[in-house]
């Protein structure tokens, strides 16, 4: 891949790559490192894969995988160490992003309910969320990004819509009481 394929790659992703990261990792720093190391790991296997097709999907995909792994290793690190600190204790607060209209609806504190409420999901349905409604893949896309079935997709996003809905009616009928 060329200098100035990267940076068109760059400039007309990085921005939704970035975005994702933030909201995956829920932490600034964790995001920019996974950002950075997400375009390093497509420079590093460019010459294998064809990316030209879906560049955002392949994108995606790197950065779920190097999440993962990333987690994989704290857990291992914790479980021979101990616990140093909880994951909620690393975590900062989602940095700002911009805001579509029907976000602008909805009040600031009704959209942080929102996004703690989708970061409490567990991850195999915090994924499927946030690169549905986040990143507006297609199922199929998603299925690729994931690497499981599309019909796993559906469900898991049935069953994270289930858990939203019952854990926000409880919280949003609180509030407004």
Same mark, same amino acid.
């Given at each position: 891949m060329?200098?100035?394929?990267?940076?068109?790659?760059? &400039?007309e992703n990085g921005k939704d790559i970035y975005s994702f990261c933030c909201h995956l990792t829920g932490n600034r720093q964790?995001? *920019? *490192? =996974?950002?950075q190391d997400t375009f390093l790991k497509m420079v590093e296997l460019? /010459?294998? #894969? *064809? @990316? &030209?097709? $879906?560049? &955002?999907?392949?994108? #995606?995909?790197?950065?779920? $995988? #190097?999440? +993962? $792994? +990333? !987690? +994989? !290793?704290?857990?291992?690190?914790? +479980? @021979?160490?101990?616990p140093l600190q909880s994951v909620e204790e690393m975590e900062t607060e989602l940095p700002d992003r911009e805001v579509s209209p029907e976000e602008q609806? @909805?009040?600031g504190e009704e959209r942080r309910l929102i996004q703690e409420a989708v970061g409490r999901l567990p991850e &195999?349905?915090?994924?499927?969320? #946030? =690169?549905?409604?986040? /990143?507006?893949?297609?199922?199929?896309?998603i299925s690729e990004v994931l690497k499981v079935p599309e019909g796993t997709v559906k469900s898991r996003l049935f069953k994270a819509k289930k858990l939203l809905r019952k854990e926000l009616e409880v919280v949003l009928n609180e509030k407004r009481f």
């Open positions: 060329s200098h100035e394929e990267l940076e068109a790659c760059i &400039k964790e995001a *920019d *490192d =996974l950002y460019v /010459e294998r #894969l *064809d @990316i &030209k097709s $879906n560049p &955002k999907g392949y994108l #995606l995909s790197v950065a779920v $995988n #190097l999440w +993962r $792994n +990333r !987690k +994989r !290793k704290f857990m291992l690190r914790q +479980r @021979i160490t101990g609806m @909805i009040s &195999k349905y915090r994924l499927p969320v #946030l =690169l549905f409604y986040m /990143e507006e893949l297609k199922l199929s896309e």
